[in-house]
Structure formats: structure tokens, C-alpha cells
């Protein structure tokens, strides 16, 4: 197992990001969901149980294709256990499961130096987009697949 995938851990419930979300009604029952690096599924299980249509992905823990598009792709803690080619990827393989309406909502880490590298694999990560909650420990952003699009070709978002 590679050092990214080993950073998923076994949650009992719905992550902090996906609870706000949840709360906030940014995620509705209408919605279909993909959760992209979902790690060992906890949020999609919290998901299902709430009776919203969630899949989860994930290179190493779940690789099974879901090939349909999606109203609401999370990635949450993903981007930080990446290099910026993996990261680059990564954001590209969320603006292609969204559909042309769709909202991801991607999470990162904010308890981390903003320098180097924490345990080997952790890395400060920002985004051009809106940032919707800051936490001490987590950042919230929405992004559409306009705004992915953008960015993933050099634009301003
Ligand atoms: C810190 S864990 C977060 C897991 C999950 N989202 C959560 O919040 O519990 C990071 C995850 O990113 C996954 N990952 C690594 N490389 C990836 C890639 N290229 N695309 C998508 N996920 C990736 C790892 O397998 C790992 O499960």
C-alpha cells in the first residue's frame, strides 16, 4: 500500500466536512453522490443511510468504476496526501464525474505546517475557489465544473 492510501482511517460516522454540509442543506435527498477517495467509505455509508445515492471511489480501497455523472462530488482530505501531478489529476477526475450543473465540494486540511511535508505524505494545499467554511482543522471549498475547467487549463477562476 502506498503512503496516500495507508491515510485512510476506519471513522465511525460521517466526516466533520460532510456533517456541516449535511446541516447546511448543501446536499440534498435528491442529489447523486460521489465520494472521490473515499477511503475506507464512512461518508458514503452516512450518506446511504440519510437515502441519498452515494457511491464512493477510491484508487486503492474502492476501485470499482461508477461511470455515471454526478450532482455532488466530494473529495475530502484527498488533496493534501498528494503531489501537484497527482493533485492536477485528481481535479480533473472530479470535473469529469460532475454533471454540467454539478457542485464538488472539496475539503482539505488545515492543521498542517504550510511548509514541507508532515509524516512523510501531509502537504499545505490552497485553492482558487470559493471557500464556503474554515475550520482550524479543515477548509471547505465549491467549486463547479466551470471553475475546474478553468483552472485545470490555466485560467483565471
Ligand atoms: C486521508 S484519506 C481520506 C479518505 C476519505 N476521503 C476520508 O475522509 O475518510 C486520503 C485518501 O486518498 C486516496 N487517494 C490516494 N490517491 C488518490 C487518487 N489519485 N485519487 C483519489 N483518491 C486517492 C487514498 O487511497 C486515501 O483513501
Known amino acids: 500500500m502506498t ?4 491515510t485512510a482511517i476506519a471513522r465511525k ?7 456541516w454540509l449535511l446541516k447546511d442543506r448543501l446536499i ?4 447523486t453522490v460521489l465520494d472521490y477517495g473515499c477511503g475506507k467509505g464512512a461518508d458514503v455509508t452516512a450518506l446511504r443511510a440519510k437515502r ?6 477510491d484508487p486503492y480501497h474502492r476501485p ?3 461511470p455515471r455523472l454526478n450532482d455532488v462530488v466530494l473529495c475530502t482530505y484527498v488533496l493534501n496526501v498528494l503531489d ?3 493533485r492536477h489529476r485528481v481535479l480533473w477526475g472530479i470535473c469529469e464525474r460532475l454533471q454540467p450543473w ?13 511548509v514541507g511535508v508532515l509524516n512523510g505524505v501531509q502537504r499545505w494545499v490552497e485553492l482558487p475557489f470559493t471557500s464556503l ?5 479543515y477548509e471547505i471549498y465549491r467549486a463547479s465544473r466551470d471553475d475546474l475547467a478553468r483552472y485545470l487549463q490555466g485560467e483565471k477562476v
Open 84 to 86: 501537484g501531478v497527482e
Open 28 to 31: 440534498s435527498r435528491e442529489d
Open 52 to 57: 441519498i445515492k452515494a457511491v464512493g471511489w
Open 13 to 19: 460516522g460521517p466526516s466533520l466536512p460532510l456533517r
Open 3 to 6: 503512503p496516500s492510501a495507508r
Open 64 to 66: 470499482d468504476i461508477h
Open 102 to 114: 454539478g457542485e464538488a465540494f472539496i475539503t482539505v486540511r488545515r492543521d498542517l505546517p504550510r
Open 133 to 137: 467554511r474554515k475550520t482550524a482543522t
